[in-house]
């Protein structure tokens, strides 16, 4: 039977991956802060359904994931989706710090801890929810988008040390634009695409183990002409107000 830990399960992507995954037979475990919200999964198929308790803000939270692979009996697949993001174009420090916090050093910590975890067990798939925002930097959330280059440049470092290595650890980095979830709830974004609409696309290329996967095809448009800008024009455009 395969094996998924879903971090990142209590709304939003995370959560309906970890429906798709339970639906399709696999055995699921399910780690978060709030984990009320998580027993919901596991009084669906209590038989297949694992809920561990962890943050990957604290040190220990790589602990935990160990665990639900334990309680699993193996990790075939890593599916991340934690992560904080907030417009801030006065570079508000506790907003600032936190993204960071979250999105790079609980990235790192929890996708590391994965990846050598599947590198000592015979392999693994890895599979993270990134973000546009990584393409360029964004001054109306240089944090946001700073920390998602980082969770890009990362994971394509990690591919290359498993191709290297022969470790068996494979990729997919899910890179979508704005979805509706409670992410940017109360907020309004062009090309907005139900969660609906988006789920199956992700979970699509996570099955099958596509190296990147922007979601969907208008922001392949989008990303393909933030990267043709030339940085000195991209850096006189305004997307904020003074």
Same mark, same amino acid.
């Given at each position: 039977?395969?094996?998924? $830990?879903?971090? /990142?399960?209590?709304?939003?992507? #995370? &959560? +309906?991956?970890?429906?798709?995954?339970?639906?399709?037979?696999?055995?699921?475990?399910?780690?978060?802060?709030?984990?009320?919200?998580?027993?919901?999964?596991?009084?669906?198929?209590?038989?297949?359904? *694992?809920?561990?308790?962890?943050?990957?803000?604290?040190?220990?939270?790589?602990?935990?994931?160990?665990?639900?692979?334990?309680?699993? /009996?193996?990790?075939?697949?890593?599916?991340?989706?934690?992560?904080?993001?907030?417009?801030?174009?006065?570079?508000?420090?506790?907003?600032?710090?936190?993204?960071?916090?979250?999105?790079?050093?609980? *990235?790192?910590?929890?996708?590391?801890?994965? !990846?050598? %975890?599947? +590198?000592?067990?015979?392999?693994? %798939?890895?599979?993270?929810?990134?973000?546009?925002?990584?393409?360029?930097?964004?001054?109306?959330?240089?944090? !946001?988008?700073?920390?998602?280059?980082?969770? %890009?440049? !990362?994971?394509?470092?990690?591919?290359?040390?498993?191709?290297?290595?022969?470790? /068996?650890?494979?990729?997919?980095?899910?890179?979508?634009? *704005?979805?509706?979830?409670?992410?940017?709830? #109360?907020?309004?974004?062009?090309?907005?695409?139900?969660?609906?609409?988006? +789920?199956?696309?992700? !979970?699509?290329?996570?099955?099958?183990? &596509?190296?990147?996967?922007?979601?969907?095809?208008?922001?392949?448009? $989008?990303?393909?002409?933030?990267?043709?800008?030339?940085?000195?024009?991209? &850096?006189?455009?305004?997307?904020?107000?003074?």
């Amino acid at each position: 039977m395969r094996k998924a $830990v879903v971090l /990142g399960a209590t709304s939003g992507i #995370g &959560r +309906a991956i970890a429906e798709m995954l339970i639906r399709d037979g696999w055995t699921v475990g399910i780690g978060s802060r709030r984990t009320e919200l998580l027993e919901e999964l596991r009084k669906s198929t209590p038989d297949r359904v *694992f809920v561990e308790p962890l943050d990957v803000r604290e040190s220990t939270a790589d602990e935990g994931l160990l665990r639900l692979a334990e309680r699993l /009996g193996g990790m075939d697949l890593f599916f991340y989706a934690p992560g904080i993001g907030k417009q801030n174009a006065d570079l508000d420090p506790g907003i600032e710090l936190a993204t960071v916090e979250t999105n790079a050093l609980g *990235f790192t910590r929890m996708v590391g801890a994965a !990846y050598r %975890h599947m +590198a000592e067990h015979g392999g693994g %798939h890895i599979a993270v929810v990134s973000s546009i925002a990584g393409v360029r930097g964004l001054s109306p959330a240089p944090a !946001y988008s700073a920390t998602k280059a980082l969770q %890009h440049n !990362y994971i394509e470092a990690l591919s290359q040390l498993s191709h290297a290595r022969g470790a /068996g650890v494979t990729f997919t980095e899910i890179r979508p634009g *704005f979805i509706d979830t409670d992410f940017i709830a #109360g907020s309004t974004y062009p090309m907005t695409m139900s969660l609906q609409y988006a +789920a199956p696309l992700i !979970y699509r290329a996570v099955m099958r183990r &596509r190296p990147e996967a922007i979601i969907d095809w208008r922001w392949h448009i $989008v990303v393909w002409l933030m990267k043709i800008v030339p940085g000195s024009i991209w &850096r006189r455009i305004r997307l904020t107000g003074r």
